[in-house]
């Protein structure tokens, strides 16, 4: 599985991005997607994730409100809509996959597959 993310760049605070993630691969059928980022001189921090069947969502508190994930399973692609983009929302983000459910699911070490991540900078 290889994943694929896309749709970052430079925006001003209050502006909206969506960025994307397609894998491909063998038949792709995740039980969750996730989406972190990681701000310069930062750790990796939790995003949100969405299961792949059914649409459960989970959100960091920072980004309820504001962002939205959702998926087209036709196009093995997950989606995180940003809007009232933030300067702390600045960050290089990451999209992940996991087969199963795991408990560490909120945190890097809950996913089996990784994209290579795309930049978004917000400025003020």
């Known amino acids: 599985v290889q994943l694929q993310a896309s749709g970052g760049g430079l925006v001003q605070a209050g502006e909206s991005l969506r960025l994307s993630c397609a894998a491909s691969?063998?038949?792709?059928?995740?039980?969750?997607m996730g989406w972190f980022r990681q701000a310069p001189g930062k750790e990796r921090e939790f995003v949100t994730y969405?299961?792949?069947?059914?649409?459960?969502?989970y959100y960091v508190d920072s980004v309820k409100d504001r962002f939205t994930i959702f998926t087209d399973n036709a196009k093995s692609t997950v989606y995180l809509q940003m809007n009232n983009l933030k300067p702390e929302d600045t960050a290089v983000y990451y999209c992940?996959?996991?087969?199963?459910?795991?408990?560490?699911?909120?945190?890097?070490?809950?996913?089996?597959?990784w994209g290579q991540g795309t930049l978004v900078t917000v400025s003020s």
């Open positions: 691969g063998r038949t792709f059928s995740p039980y969750v």
């Open positions: 969405i299961r792949w069947s059914g649409g459960t969502t």
């Open positions: 992940a996959s996991s087969a199963v459910w795991r408990s560490s699911l909120r945190t890097s070490y809950g996913y089996d597959y």
